[in-house]
């Protein structure tokens, strides 16, 4: 079945620790987002790819970090400077920027 | 990208079509109109796209009134999974890549 992944689906670190969320997609499309959501509220765009080894920062990049190495894969880095980590985490992706995006199923990220 | 103006919340009875409205006022010419639904602690999903003439597919119908200012999201018969929030959002037809999610309406079915 075509689709993303997102691994774990709950995650709990320490404070002061980096960690990386997994995003995989088999949908062969170009373009790969990583979005944070806060209860209540909508989702904001962290990170963006419309290619392989090229990224561009969204609405909240400060504290994350992303690479693009291969067309599939999409790792989102929350390191220690992210002062409020604690979030539901999305990943999604579209066949080019203008056409629907399909989302993964998240990872819910607890920072204790 | 256009504001869009959402009702919090909404409640609709089982097997009736449940009307979600949104306004967006400020929208330009290039803007289309794109509707995503989020199942609680699921990721968003498409529903439909249109700029402006009334669009119709499977899961719902898109209303764009003549000035385009406002629209109304049709699900025919809602069933108790169409609960969720429904996100009304505009944004430009080209490589912008950017989707601007705000709070929604939180759609409740009831039986």
């Known amino acids: 079945d075509g689709g993303i992944t997102q691994s774990p689906k709950y995650l709990f670190r320490k404070e002061g620790q980096n960690v990386t969320l997994s995003c995989e997609q088999n949908?062969?499309?170009?373009?790969m987002y990583w979005y944070r959501q806060d209860p209540g509220q909508g989702l904001r765009l962290i990170y963006y790819?419309?290619?392989?080894?090229?990224?561009q920062k969204g609405d909240i990049a400060e504290g994350y970090s992303v690479s693009r190495e291969k067309k599939e894969s999409f790792p989102l880095t929350v390191t220690s400077a992210q002062k409020n980590p604690t979030a539901f985490y999305l990943c999604?992706?579209?066949?080019?920027?203008?056409?629907?995006?399909?989302f993964g199923p998240g990872t819910r990220l607890t920072v204790l | 990208d256009a504001k869009t103006t959402q009702p919090p919340s909404m409640d609709c009875a089982e097997g009736r079509a449940a009307n979600l409205p949104c306004n967006h006022s400020t929208i330009s010419g290039n803007e289309y109109v794109y509707w995503y639904r989020q199942i609680h602690s699921q990721g968003p999903q498409y529903i439909i796209h249109g700029l402006k003439n009334n669009e119709t597919n499977e899961m719902a119908s898109l209303i764009i009134t003549e000035d385009r200012k406002s629209s109304t999201l049709i699900l025919p018969h809602a069933t108790l999974r169409d609960t969720a929030v429904y996100y009304c959002?505009?944004?430009?037809?080209?490589?912008?890549?950017?989707?601007?999610f705000g709070a929604g309406t939180t759609v409740t079915v009831r039986a």
């Open positions: 999604a992706s579209s066949n080019q920027g203008y056409n629907e995006q399909f």
């Open positions: 949908l062969n499309h170009d373009a």
């Open positions: 790819s419309q290619i392989v080894n090229d990224f």
């Open positions: 959002i505009v944004r430009v037809w080209t490589n912008d890549y950017k989707l601007s």
